[in-house]
C-alpha cells in the first residue's frame, strides 16, 4: 500500500457519495475540519456505511445513560484490545478531548487493566474487555460487578453494543488497511 492511499481498496472523496451521505458527511467534515478516512473508505459501499453511520449515531450520540466520554472509553479499550490503529487512534482524540486528558486515550489503548480509573470508569473498561475478548463467559455475576460499580442495565447494554459495533468496525479497518488521517494523532494533545 502506498504511503498516501486511505485503505488498500480504494476510497472515495465527499462529492462523489450520494447526496444524503455528502451532505451527512459534510458536517461531520465542517466540525471537525477534515474528512475522517473511514467515511472515505466505506463510502465505495454507500448502503453499507448509511448503515453504519446509523447505527454508530444511535450508540454514540445519545445523551442518555453513559457519558459521550465514556462512550469513547468505551471505544478505545475495545479497539485497543482488538489491536486495531484506526480506531486508536481516531477515538484516542475524541476521548482526549472529552475527557480533557491527554493520557487517558494512550494509557486505556496500551495497557487497559492497569491504567487507573474511577470504580466506574473501571467497570465500563472491564466489561468492555471481557465482551471484545471472552463474550462467552459473560456472566450474571459479571453483570452484577458492573451494577455494583453503579452502571443500570441499559449502560450495560450501551458496553455491550458499542463494543460489538466496534469488533466490526475494527475488522473492517483491519480488512482495508485503514489509514487513520495525520490530523487525530495531535487532536485533543495541546491548544486548539
Known amino acids: 500500500m502506498a504511503e498516501h492511499e486511505v485503505s488498500r ?3 472515495v472523496e465527499v462529492e462523489d457519495l450520494p447526496d444524503d451521505l455528502a451532505e451527512r458527511i459534510g458536517a461531520i467534515a465542517e466540525k471537525s475540519g477534515f474528512v475522517p478516512n473511514v467515511f472515505r473508505a466505506l463510502g465505495r459501499r454507500p ?19 453513559l457519558s459521550r466520554a465514556e462512550r469513547e472509553l468505551v471505544v478505545v479499550a475495545t479497539s485497543g484490545a482488538n489491536n486495531c490503529t484506526y480506531c486508536v487512534v481516531a477515538h484516542g482524540a475524541i476521548l482526549r478531548i472529552r ?3 491527554v ?3 494512550d494509557r486505556v489503548a496500551t495497557n487497559p487493566y492497569a491504567v487507573e480509573l474511577s470504580e466506574r470508569e ?10 471484545a475478548r471472552q463474550s462467552e463467559s459473560l456472566t450474571e455475576a459479571d453483570l452484577d460487578d458492573a451494577r455494583t460499580a453503579g452502571l443500570t442495565d441499559e449502560e450495560i447494554w450501551d458496553v455491550g453494543a458499542i463494543t460489538a459495533l466496534f469488533a466490526m468496525s475494527n475488522r473492517l479497518a ?4 485503514l489509514r487513520p488521517n495525520p490530523e487525530f494523532f495531535l487532536l485533543g494533545r495541546g491548544p486548539r
Request: aromatic share 8%; charged share 30%.
Open 9 to 11: 481498496f480504494g476510497h
Open 47 to 65: 448502503r453499507e456505511l448509511r448503515a453504519f453511520l446509523d447505527y454508530h449515531d444511535a450508540l454514540m450520540d445519545s445523551d442518555d445513560g
Open 99 to 101: 475527557t480533557k486528558d
Open 103 to 105: 493520557e487517558i486515550a
Open 122 to 131: 473501571r467497570a465500563i473498561v472491564d466489561l468492555a474487555l471481557l465482551v
Open 174 to 177: 483491519h480488512l482495508t488497511a
